[in-house]
């Protein structure tokens, strides 16, 4: 896949990291992410991915903006409330950069649904804000073998991991939250720069991923707190019993 004029100029200061060149500069043109939830985390990983050069995003999220996103999600305006995310994010997009494909789907994902959103792409973002979802994702994600990079912020702590085959993200938090669809950031708070910097965080891990950038970061979880502004680097294992990702025969359930 060529990069034409315009986009060897646009991606300049890329190209001329050793890192990226010309051969990762494609690989971002060719690269299809999938962007669930355009909250906190989409809002500050989606410009991030489109101004790298991403090819093509899908974008899925079933909210309209509401004022209280204000605080937080800096794709959206005042102007905006009550009109869906999914689309405001797209149009941003087209706006940045006229180069990608982008596809939306205003509507919330579904366990009806899910496979078929996340089919045909070589990573998935997840920032949706409840343990269902997530979850829910994950499985998808693990059947599919498409890794899976999950990022969440709430309060002032943030955590970011890249998932591909074991372990996966039901590995990390159990069984316990299938049933937990509240929204936690409206519960327990989340501070709006702390989104901004799981998201764009997000973004890089997707970014190194796709070019090939230093050491795999599969199945390490990177935990940022805001208060006391230290990173930390857990190793994630895999739970032999897991029913998505464990190797028992699915019908032991
Ligand atoms: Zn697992």
Request: with cysteine; glycine share 10%; aromatic share 6%.
């Amino acid at each position: 896949m060529s990069l034409t004029d315009d986009e060897l100029d646009r991606y300049a200061r890329h190209i001329v990291l050793p890192q990226v060149g010309g051969v990762g500069q494609q690989r971002l043109k060719a690269a299809r992410i999938a962007v669930v939830g355009a909250g906190g985390i989409g809002a500050a990983a989606i410009p991030a991915l489109a101004g790298a050069g991403i090819g093509q995003l899908t974008i899925i999220d079933g909210d309209t903006v509401d004022l209280s996103n204000l605080q937080r999600q800096p794709l959206y305006r005042t102007a905006d409330i009550g009109l869906p995310k999914a689309e405001l994010a797209a149009a941003f997009v087209a706006d940045r950069n006229p180069r990608i494909a982008v596809t939306t789907t205003a509507e919330r994902i579904t366990p009806a649904n899910a496979a078929a959103l996340l089919a045909g792409h070589d990573l998935i973002l997840d920032g949706t804000d409840n343990f269902a979802t997530r979850l829910l994702v994950s499985d998808t994600a693990t059947r599919l073998a498409i890794p899976l990079l999950s990022a969440a912020a709430q309060q002032f702590q943030g955590q970011i991991a890249l998932f591909r085959g074991q372990p996966c993200y039901r590995c990390f938090v159990g069984d316990a939250f299938d049933a937990d669809d509240c929204d936690t950031c409206a519960e327990l708070g989340v501070l709006g720069a702390l989104t901004g910097t799981v998201g764009a965080f997000a973004a890089l891990v997707a970014i190194r991923f796709i070019v090939g950038i230093g050491p795999d970061a599969v199945g390490t979880l990177h935990l940022f707190d805001g208060a006391s502004l230290a990173w930390r680097q857990l190793r994630l294992v895999a739970d032999p019993s897991c029913r998505t990702c464990g190797s028992h025969d699915a019908t032991d359930r």
